[in-house]
């Protein structure tokens, strides 16, 4: 008893030498095998990996699943470029239109108002400045200029690359499209598609896989919940 009792006391005195916390310092560590493991780490640097990692690198020009190139630079060339040329290639439907409404009073309305005249509650409250009408006639906002931005943002304004897919992405710009003539007084998308849809060849060329892209999100969510 009165050993164990010794044997406590140097132990204490013995760790209360030791254990003197340093927050400028990383701490002691004992027993380190349990923190660094024996066997190769995926992103590990070892010599014997033929990029030193033991994860293999895709191959040149890999493209991952469900992701499409995107080529236009995140430059003020590259959003005019996108202005000019790009191509919403979704069909304009009542569907689409109110998938990107519901999309946009989601993501944009809180700063572009959902009339899409700059007057979001953010906006409202000034947390954020310089948030421009669509109807902007300086900016002369198309389809594949929204979609530009949507990919990379706008100064102040963040990418919404992470949260829509590319569908979505081109969902919510039919929308914006549509605010923009409504605060112009102009006719909306719908009423004008009998125009757009005689410009066919684009539309039937590249219609995006849409649906195929979402059950993958999906799939991955529920994957997710699993883990
Ligand atoms: C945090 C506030 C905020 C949110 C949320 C936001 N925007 Fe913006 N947006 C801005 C600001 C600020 C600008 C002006 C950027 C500049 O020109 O410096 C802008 C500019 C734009 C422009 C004009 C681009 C051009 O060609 O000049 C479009 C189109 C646009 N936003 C669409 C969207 C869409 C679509 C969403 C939702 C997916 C969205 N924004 C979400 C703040 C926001």
Redesign the pocket.
């Known amino acids: 008893m009165k050993k164990s009792l010794n044997i406590t006391i140097a132990l204490v005195a013995a760790f209360s030498l030791v254990s003197c916390f340093n927050n400028n310092k990383p701490n002691y560590q004992f027993m380190p095998n349990m923190y660094e493991p024996v066997g190769y780490e995926t992103y590990g640097e070892y010599d014997v990996f033929e990029n030193e990692q033991e994860a293999k690198l895709p191959a040149e020009g890999s493209i991952p699943r469900g992701w499409q190139p995107y080529e236009y630079d995140d430059t003020t060339e590259g959003?005019n470029l996108a202005?000019a040329e790009s191509k919403n290639p979704l069909e304009i439907t009542e569907d689409n239109i109110s998938e990107g409404e519901a999309l946009?009073t989601i993501?944009?309305a809180?700063?572009?108002g959902d009339k899409g005249d700059g007057q979001g509650i953010?906006a409202q409250r000034e947390k954020?400045l310089?948030?421009?009408s669509?109807a902007d006639p300086g900016?002369d906002?198309t389809m594949g200029?929204?979609y530009h931005?949507?990919m990379y943002g706008?100064?102040?304004?963040?990418s919404?690359a992470s949260q829509?897919n590319e569908k979505e992405r081109w969902q919510?710009?039919m929308h914006?499209m549509n605010l923009k003539a409504a605060l112009n007084g102009e006719p909306s998308l719908l009423e004008t598609a009998g125009v757009k849809t005689a410009d066919s060849s684009n539309v039937e060329a590249s219609t995006i896989e849409g649906d195929e892209m979402n059950t993958e999100a999906a799939s991955q969510t529920s994957e997710n919940e699993t883990n």
Not at 154 to 158: E, K, Q, T, V
Request: with cysteine; aromatic share 16%.
């Open positions: 959003l202005k946009y993501y944009c809180v700063c572009h953010l954020f310089g948030i421009p669509y900016r906002i200029g929204i931005v949507e706008l100064n102040a304004m963040g919404y829509t919510i710009a914006v």
